[in-house]
């Protein structure tokens, strides 16, 4: 990644990374550097074209529920950090249940559990148990916690759970160091190597990101790919999937001043990812607005979330102990309205992808 220089690729090496069949990360380089803003156009049409040969037009649905959101990290950019003044709480066993009945009730069959950093306040048999009650009421369940150790992915796969996605954040080290300032978070390695210790853990799959806008998003993005690729590489059994979000505000923290990442720069972002991966799964989340959620499903990205909620305990009324979401979301379509877009767009809307027999 610091040897990756965006200004240096010219047209035609954007030219002869789209005419090739099997890209190179020389081709995925060139394709996310300025040069390739040109021929947006022409990456959105392989793009879609990649897509439909590995998806079909079927676009998966699912929803994060957050069953907790203490946190032992001070990250300045996230609503969770501990430092920050928010209303906490941690949903328990018949909390959670109703949460999940209640997503269960408007027809998605996957469910992404997440929690803050907090090993103490959500400790592996919470987890666990979390996993274990959305076995009964979804076919697809996903984890968006603390990095853990092999045995310890072994363990909640054991409990139901299928995959794990863990956001580096950025990989430019010494700005990873100036964001987090205390707590667990502040390793960089074990961070980087929590998606290998899923896949040694049993996991089928594992999800990458970088958070765009805290660094060079260039830079970011080119380390995202690569490191999917060589996990990939590694691990050629493993589901493989990015998330694409940028940087959103967050709740009593106006002093967040990101690198702008603009619509046109993300898309060439996720068509990139498309082109270099074309069997890797793409993932838009409520961070983005509907129009351009709506734009890029079936073109390049496969997966959307609906009716989301980042806050703790917000999707079922009895449960009362709520807490205060992550960040601010831009879509708040429900299920029901997501669906009807997509079908009016001509794509298929999938609940589950996988079946245990």
């Known amino acids: 990644m610091d040897a990756y220089d965006p200004a240096r690729y010219t047209a035609g090496d954007v030219r002869r990374a ?17 040069a390739a803003a040109p021929f947006l156009e ?26 907790a959101n203490y946190c032992e990290n001070y990250c300045i950019y996230c ?45 592996l048999t919470y987890i666990g148990e979390a996993c274990r009650i959305a076995r009964r009421y979804f076919k697809v369940i996903g984890l968006e916690v603390y990095p853990m150790n092999t045995e310890d992915y072994r363990y909640l796969h054991g409990c139901g759970a299928d995959y794990v996605t863990v956001f580096q954040e950025t990989y430019h080290a010494g700005k990873y160091e100036t964001l987090h300032l205390a ?12 998606q290998e210790r899923a896949l040694l853990g049993g996991m089928r799959g594992v999800g990458f990101a970088a958070l765009l806008g805290l660094a060079d998003f260039r830079k970011d993005a080119f380390a995202t790919g690569i490191h999917a690729w060589l996990l990939q590489r590694k691990f050629p059994q493993a589901e493989i999937s990015f998330s694409c979000p940028r940087l959103r505000p967050i709740i009593n923290n106006e002093k967040i001043n990101p690198q702008d990442v603009h619509e046109s720069q ?35 990205a496969t997966k959307i979330s609906a009716g989301v909620s980042t806050g703790v305990g917000s999707h079922c009324e009895e449960v009362e102990d709520k807490g205060d979401s992550q960040f601010e979301i831009s879509d708040g379509r429900t299920v029901a309205e997501v669906w009807e877009s997509l079908t009016r767009r001509g794509l298929q809307p999938v609940m589950s992808d996988y079946l245990y027999v």
């Open 266 to 300: 993300l898309l060439q972002v996720i068509t990139a990812y498309r082109l270099f991966l074309p069997y890797a799964g793409i993932t838009v989340s409520t961070r983005e607005c509907a129009r351009f959620r709506d734009h890029v499903m079936g073109l390049a």
């Open 42 to 67: 022409e990456m959105a049409r392989k793009a879609k074209e990649e897509t439909r040969k590995h998806f079909g037009n079927t676009v998966y649905l699912f929803t994060p529920l957050y069953i």
């Open 183 to 194: 707590g667990p978070k502040r390793i960089f390695p074990y961070r980087f190597y929590a």
């Open 18 to 34: 789209l005419v090739q069949e099997n890209r190179t990360p020389e081709d995925f380089a060139a394709l996310l550097s300025p």
């Open 79 to 123: 609503g969770f950090n501990c430092h920050n003044k928010i209303r906490r709480a941690r949903l328990n066993a018949e909390e959670i249940e109703k949460e999940m009945r209640k997503i269960a009730e408007t027809g998605l069959q996957e469910i992404l559990i997440l929690t803050g950093e907090s090993p103490s306040k959500s400790d």
